[in-house]
């Protein structure tokens, strides 16, 4: 894997010098705002198709020459986009298609972006003869330093192509047909296959209940897309071996779950560099910004995860989005709040979408370091200029990576679309808020934690959190178990190891690898209407246990605590069974915070996961988060409140912002204030 | 009609044995676990064709031998499905025009279930030479008891085939399109038809407003689907004439509404048997216990009275179903009350969907008698074999029928599309809430109510409710003034007799015989907005009038009860009428509960409709049923609350399950707990 | 334009006698009943194609003789429309490309009504003949008033002409490419037009976020739109040129918010007289009738300014609708309350949809001053008569106008457009509640107010209120800058002036003319969550800011408010600027309604706008409105309570109901009830 080469954070983001080649007043503006603001970095080339290639086989490239000759001139770096994200109007029309097919089987129009089909030969050809005339004419240049492949991939189209390479990828994953109508139960409602022609992709007009298909649908329009991936990077490896490749992933909604309409966990697997693009709803009415920043943490430890190294914010807002039903611009102090809290967790550098505000189309109020009007007097303006000016002060601790986690919270893809796809239990099953609720743990005591995946290496963690891991293969059992087995700490919970990874049931008992590790066997899941709940006692501790409440049969484990009404009354909700070296916790309930947070605490006493860290702080409003190279540590401390909070630091440090040594007294730091400390190894 | 020829309650339900062929001991622990639990029927076919004919002409019938060979050894019985309910791929793909196409006009591909069209004339031809073959082969087989053809019939479908039936349908009907355009009204909107092949089914790529046409293609659904029904069942009467023919029926929503894509009453004449599915919301947390078994009794009484006779629940869950937003299980003891209950209102058994989980595909999940693992462990699994000895002891009791009823409630299909499609009132006009809260004094009150249709014979009862009754055709209206005159007494309310059967507005006056009838006229109909209400004097006793308060024209009426508020207060909200030998009782406006109550106290008390019982209950939560023959009768006392209730036994009585005599003393009914008294006549 | 030639207020609606051709008797009804009630004018041929023209090129007017005959013998007067909102089936199914075409690309098959491709050269065609036919015919009979074109304008299609259409809309108005790909951004998403047809219609299929496309689309709808009127109008203008044309405008949901499908400002520029359609939600359960009767008066002010001259009523209910979720009926004293608002605000008449209920089909339970049953009997129709009588008192009445406003608010419909695509600020932006609430402050004053568009003349007003004027051109702009220079007082709010007529963002700076009349920039917009406000102190008064919170640059401006919280608390909020003669007052927030009643009532004070009346009352339950003529003051004075209020008359005055003389007494106006007062002038 390529590394990113730098010597100093990113400092900038996305930039479409080609709506402005007009008004060159504007670009001479733009770069004299980027100079002033400490900006070094430029994304270019993100939808700039028709731009760079304005008639087919007509490429233009002498416009971004000149943007590059800038860039170069402020000795800042190049991030350059390929761009097929979206495609010129006479690429649609003269090759009808490349354009995507819906799930109702009608292909779409021209217009929008992302709109093109993952399969289509022309599509991929046109794609890589663009990646290979700008990495031979780019590929040279001193300033470029890394390579953003299309934008935001999330493709899935119905054509007659995709169905096509649908059935190729059933082929080469199952060989026969009776291995697929096995896997997919087919028996059932005389679904069986006699003939590799008679399959087409699950959806509202064909099959939608088939949880096998359906589930092999997912994996394939992520196999799909890595070899469209593969298509695009091909030339750019083989021209400019030394500039790593990335492309920016995506998490959204309410909750800031990580997309899953791609396998990230498989695409990270081709890229160099993970790099994502956070938009969480700072400033909203119906969450504190310490609670909006958990779930960022969160996101940010996946993302680092994904390949176990420093990652990168690709976009992020200096102000505003547009597309949020309450638009709120971030409030006085949050810009730096939430920028050094990626850099906290791995990212190298703070990166926006956008330097620039396009003039018109659908994002042009979406916020900007450089708005419409008064650019330079802006809120936004001002916050960027002042990141900039700190991580200058910084810059030597770009050289550092995340800590080494001892703790890891599994996610799989395969399990979210099968608990997603599973009919059974209740409509929402709350899979990734059930991960950030026993992550709200970690966060407040500053531990680190590594969001990891089924197929990575468990051996160099203390403690493994596999929550709800309804989808389990029989590697992946017997992994866990040689974890376990090894000295391996593992909690486990209800709504786990049902079905294996073509979602048939497993029959008969439990899987045998979990028995042993577990020392247990569920039975029965009581799901709970909403209002309903029961109660778990552990000790002298009562938590309330709502949605699923599983029934046990004990094999050999020790009772840690028990329900306390209905008709398990007194049987057992949690467990530990000892299994040769290391230990098997399972939650047998959804159990309420104030529970989890007493369970972990004595975990984390027990088997010594705690880290020390020269600072005490006397709120969870305030995080620590720590990155270290082989001299010195640094630590990250921030204010999540909007009041001035106390610290207590142990043992001498040096506050970097400031520029001042700290020996070993109360330290005061501000609302929304990041303090980074500094340690000698 | 053929009738079910057994000598005890039928227990089991659907299975699927065709999943299972690779795994022989799956099928001997099948039937091991189905002795152990007196289970003694299996549903099987249901879905079957891929299996019965896995290639064109190509009938593979061996393995369903083996499972008649086997229910067979355990003296039990089948109930053969005809397949039709799903269909191969290969017959799929070589006759596409099997597929439903939708209202967008978009054929379906391959998938899903009951996705054919039902006027495809292939389609028809394959179902009739399958069930053919399965009448051949499996007709002569002692242990077949019951044709089960199809599953859930719910067909719509848009294609060419389907919109030219429609068009012979009208034709049918109208004759001439003068006719037609009278009846439609067309002159309305200028959608005077001049040629029979400008008709188009209604739909939202066509029209939607027009009342008649919506009404006649909801009748066109129900005629073709019959004409598909009847080319199912014409091989199977040919050649097994003593063998009865069923298909299972619908229920849904959270109103466990009865299914009116169909109309039952109609389709059930070319029925022997009635069977459901019964799949209430038990456990819930926005009703009680109590409450759903209401909704379920309902359904019982409408499914038995569509033939007068017994009938089955076809399928219910052994524990949970797999559809709903929480998919809870039965609590304990609810197996039993819930299975009880049906057969307490003339259910000839108990069976269930599923008898063994599906391993894949969507309905895995699905609470079975055998379940993945561990399946004589389950709760599920329990509770069946405890009903299974329960039925057992209570063998006898199969050759009865449910009481004859003085009481019927009238629902009409006709009515229910008319009152949905009607643009006035209100949009959500609630027609079988109402019917259900007029159902609920008698379900109270122990007493004997059927559900009829329009074109019941009203003669046996003494007492008709007559809801809401929008739509009533000339014939109706003239049936129900005789019934009346003959002595009869019915109960209507506001919002009747408005169209004819054509959704024609009866003009000039109200129809004459609802004048007859009622001594009446209404004149406005007062909608009001959900928070706004009136209310209504009777006697000393005041009700809350809302949603609809019509006023008045009274032209011999008695006034019972007369409006407190508005510009109609003092006007007759309620009346009776003398009619020759019969009453006439008009409600002319939607009352609370408590007032309903009242009224049919009165009514009951006046008509003497309650029938009197050796057995006194002291709270609701308590009901009554009654099955009897000409030498017994059997008491079905269910405790639908969870505490211990008292009982007065006035008259000497066994109790079956106990196996002891009773002699006029207290009893004590736990929760949840069914009693069956037997009283020789 | 033409001018409606009347001697009386119109009286009477929508007639549809071609549904009742074979019961005379019917006829004869209706006619009786309409001569009893006073009822003088009836509305035909809205949907009468396929009886005017049952075959093609087969017209058959004879029936239409006969109504017109009828109505002459009663000396009535006839709308007569043109039957192009519906077609009848020969037409479409001879030319299925008079049918519409869907966003989906799915062409719609025969049904509904305005079904209709708005390009199609054959239904163009075959509307101007039966126009032209319908002209010659019914051209001079003496009783046609006016001509009623189509029936609710409200089409888009999406078929290859109408696209084709939008292309060459866009060449008339861009010429060139380049000039397109500017005013559109195309270099966003590299969405670059090379060529004329890769443009498409913007929708779900193709682009839906290219916000220039969109505001070019809807003004392409209209203008489509507008040559599909004058396709119709002319064969009427030229064979009738003394009779004047209207259609009927609508508005619609729960707000009551102008219809916006189509530029009604642009389109009454090609009618002689506005009408529309009244459908208030009169008698609901979430508003009192005082402020449903504002939502009306709002209306009745816009369509009224449309062509600053009277205006029609041309539908509304003389009972209830049958299309809301709860279908009440007015109450009692409401029907004539509602009907004389409108006449106070400059309708010259009452009419109603529908004088005969239709037998079946989708209205036939819309309300309707004869109905199904004892049509004599009706509130409904006792209503009408009394208002018949009522109008026929106050005839004379007629011959005046509405008294000329001082005070104009702006309605733009391009703004409307643009706010609702602007993807920024919040999704829900309420443009027109935010009229709505800068109106109340007038209505509660009885101070006349034009709802006016950004071409009308502005230099009769003396203040002009100028809400979220988003889109604004450089035009507008300049008129705005004359008007205030030459002493007109202008209040502008937050969010204005933002983007030019192609929606692209002004640049640098805020537009100089607005700068030139508010004094000030704004900055930035505090877009604030539903739960969040800020303050603003005024002198003593302090009011609650909320959803939209600007921040200003201060040039010139006097500074009356500042905010009180936040960031930006002390800084300006609310300001006022001296620009030559007149006045630019700037609210940088929405603000409570007690606060700008506060500020409107300084203004109203400061700027000597409130007419001085010889009415003075007690509550803002009551509402004034004036119609004049050059002899005559007519007060419209009435009660939107239930209760009785008192009035003081401080001159003589004529109550023109009741026939007498007051001189400067109490008076007293009973609950619902309207008064109009003479003054001679
Ligand atoms: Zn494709
Ligand atoms: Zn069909
Ligand atoms: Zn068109």
Known sequence: ???????????????????WLDTPEILNQDFALFKAANINTVTVGVFSWAKLEPKEGNYTFDWLDDIFDRVEKMHGHVILATPSGARPAWLAKKY???????SDGIRRKFGGRHNHCISSPIYRQKVHEINTKLAKHFGKRKSLILWHISNEYSSVCYCDLCQENFRKFLQRKYHTLDNLNHAWWTTFWSHYYDSWDEITAPGPKSETGNKGMNLDWNRFVTDQSISFIDNEIEPLKKLTPNIPVTTNMMAGGAELKVFNGLDYQKISKHLDIISWDSYPDWGNDYQSTYQVGMKVSLLNDFYRSLKHQNFLVMESTPSRVNWQNVNRAKRPGMHELSEMQAIAHGSDGALYFQLRASRGSSEMFHGAVIEHRHPQMTRAYHDVKKLGEGLLKIKD????????AKVAIVYSYDNDWALANCESYSSDKKYWTTIKKHYRYFYENDIPVDIIGPDDDFSSYKLIIDPMHFLMSEAYMNKLRTYVKNGGVVVGTYISGVVDDNVLAYMDEWPKQLQEVYGIEPLETDVLYPSQSNSVLWGNTTGNAYDYCETLINHSAEVLGTYQHDFYKDIAAITKNKCSEGYGYYLACR??????????????????????????KYTKQITIQVRENSKYRYYYVQNWSTNTQSLDITEPLADLFNGIEIIGNKERIHGYETKIYLQRK
């Open 96 to 102: 009808p298609e490349v354009l995507r097919v819906d």
């Open 1 to 19: 894997m390529t590394k990113l080469n730098i010597n100093e954070f990113l400092h900038g983001g996305d930039y479409n010098p080609e709506q």
């Open 591 to 616: 159990l309420s915070y104030d529970f989890l947070e007493k369970f972990y605490h004595d975990l984390v006493l027990k088997f010594d996961i705690k880290p020390d860290y020269p600072i005490r």
């Open 397 to 404: 601790a770009v050289k550092t990576s995340y800590v080494k």
